[in-house]
Structure formats: C-alpha cells, structure tokens
C-alpha cells in the first residue's frame, strides 16, 4: 500500500520554489528541454510540477514521476538562472520525497535496491580490485576510488589510470570499495542509507592510512567532498585525476590525432576544474586539438547525468548525439566515465588518462 504523498524534504525549499519568476531564461539553455520542447520537461516546468507536489494540487502520478527524473542535473538551468533559484535543491528534494513515499520508478527501485545489496547497480561481481588483478595494500600514501562505472563499464578507463600510477611510482592502493552513493541520491533514497554507504568507504580508507584519494569519475568525487562530508570527517585529501596528474612530468610520443574536449559538468560547472584536463592534453606533442562550439560554463550535457537514462534512455542518447555533433569527427577526449559511456554511442570518446597512457613514452 502507498503512502499518501506529504512534502518533506519540498518544504525545505519552498523559498526557492517561490523565487522563480517563469522568466524562461532556463528553458534556453536546458538539454533536456531543447530535445523534449514541453514546457513540462523544462527547469521552469520541473520547478512548478514539484511546488504542485507540495501544495497537492499536482498528484504523483508516473507521468509527473518521469519528468521529475528527466533532468542530468547538469546544473546549467542554476548557473544561467538571473534569480539564483536553488534548481538542483529542489529536484533532490522532489525526487526523494516521491521516492519516500513509495512512488517510486520501477527502474530506480531496481537499480537502488542491487546497490544497497550488492554493492553495485550493474550486476558486477566483487571485490572489483579483481578486474585490475591488483589486491589492495594494508596501507598507502594514495588511494584510487574507481567507481562503478569505471569498474564495470569502462575499464579501460581504469587500466589507464593505475597504468599511469605506476609510471609514475606513486605508493596507491585499489580500495574493497562500495558504490559512492550518488545513483542513490539521483533516485531519492533516504540519508541514513547514504550515511552507510559513506561510512563504510571512508573507514576502508581510512584503515589503509590513506592520505589522498584520487578518482576519475567526478561524481564519486562530489560524493565524498559534498556529500560524505555532511556525515562524517574526511581525513584525507581528494583530487580528481586530471589534478592530480599535474603535479607529475610525464615523457609522451607524439601524435597527429585530431581531438576535442567535453567538459564534464560536475569537473567543470561543479568544481571549476577546466584548465587542468586541456593542460594535459596540451602536453602530448602535435596533438591537433580544437575546442568544441560550446565549452566550459556553456559546455552541453553528455546527457547521462542524474541517473536521467534509467527514466528515459532515448533522451538521454539524443542528449549525447547533440553533443557529439559539435566534435565534428574529432576524437572526444573527456574526464568522466559517464560522459564517455554515452557519448561513445554516437562516436570516438576516449578518457584523459587514456590519451596521456597510450602516448607514454615506452622505455
Ligand atoms: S531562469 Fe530561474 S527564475 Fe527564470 S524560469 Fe528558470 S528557474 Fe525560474
Ligand atoms: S539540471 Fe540540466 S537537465 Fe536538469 S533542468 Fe537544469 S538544465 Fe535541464
């Protein structure tokens, strides 16, 4: 049996539900909106589906579910909005007050339920240091925080990341790591499961002595430094790899390969990290690199954000394709996983430290 629908999480933002004016500027700039044109699927439209919720004068119905769900949280609608309207807010608190309350996407309750049993959301076996044949150290100055979706979906990406590690001498360990937690989040779920799963993976580090994680997927990133931090003390640094490889020489052969860049939005709008992937494709010679039309703050979604795919996989795709448009045959390099994962439906996409790896210098 459903429970009745009663705001929790809504009423924290109702100020903010109540700062938008409908002024449509985020309709513009919206991926989502741009593919789907519904002025339900915008932003603006996201923000008065869930003031309905809260009033209940909108009932959660599947078809209001959806169009909660079909965003990537990108963040571009909060960046470009003239009344600084807390957007990403009020999505969470939408998103899980539905989920709360048991209406719930039959996906989002699959997905959510492998990762809270298993560890996972993509029937991947662990301990996932395995894949890498790489057992993890009793203790070490660095720690690599793979991630799901690098583990299971884009090892390569991995590969080429510890390869580098190594190159380098660096003293790391791999992790019996658990998922960071944020599909949970995209789907709603409450804070004390979250608070588990942040727990867990900061003790396991912790108890290897770690001084500093480092990770390729920037939402495991913002799981530890926003959302773990909410919970309990991070006693150690992290860095996204494309920061962390600045602080190293790296001897590359040279290429002529045409390539671009895609900036992720939670590296890039989240975090401000936009100079230090392009410095490191920079470094490999005669590389032929060209910005895409619409970068950094103005960058497009790939569109595999906010878990959007399991609502709507096709938007999420036509998302991508729009992206994969402005490279123009150019291979994408990127610093996401995720992003990866979608774009290289519709072309060539590899990671930074893939570039960087397969260019190294061989002794
Ligand atoms: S830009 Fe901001 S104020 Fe304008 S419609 Fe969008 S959310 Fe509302
Ligand atoms: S976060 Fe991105 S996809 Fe979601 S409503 Fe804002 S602009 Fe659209």
Redesign the pocket.
Known sequence: MMAEFKPNRLNSVVDEMN?????????VTCDVFQVLQWDSS???GR?QLAYGLYTGEIEPDNSVLTRIYQCTKCGR?EQ??????K?LDIFEAARHDLFEAGYRLEKYEKFSNKILTEGNPYNGEEPRWKIFGREPKERAEVAYFMGCKVAFQEPEMGRATIGLIEHLGVDYTLLDETCCGAPLVNAGVSDEEIRKIAEENVREIENRGVRKVIFSCPSCMMSFRDLYSEFTDLPFETEHEVEFFQNFGLELEHTDEKVTYHDPCHLGRHYGIYDEPRKLIARVPNINFVEMENTREKALCCGAGGSMKLADKELGIKVGEKRMKEADGRTVITACPNCKNNLKISGRVKGVSELLYENLKKE
């Open positions: 700062t938008c004016t409908a002024c449509a500027t985020c309709l915008s932003p603006r923000v609608c470009d909005c003239p009344s600084s309207v957007l």
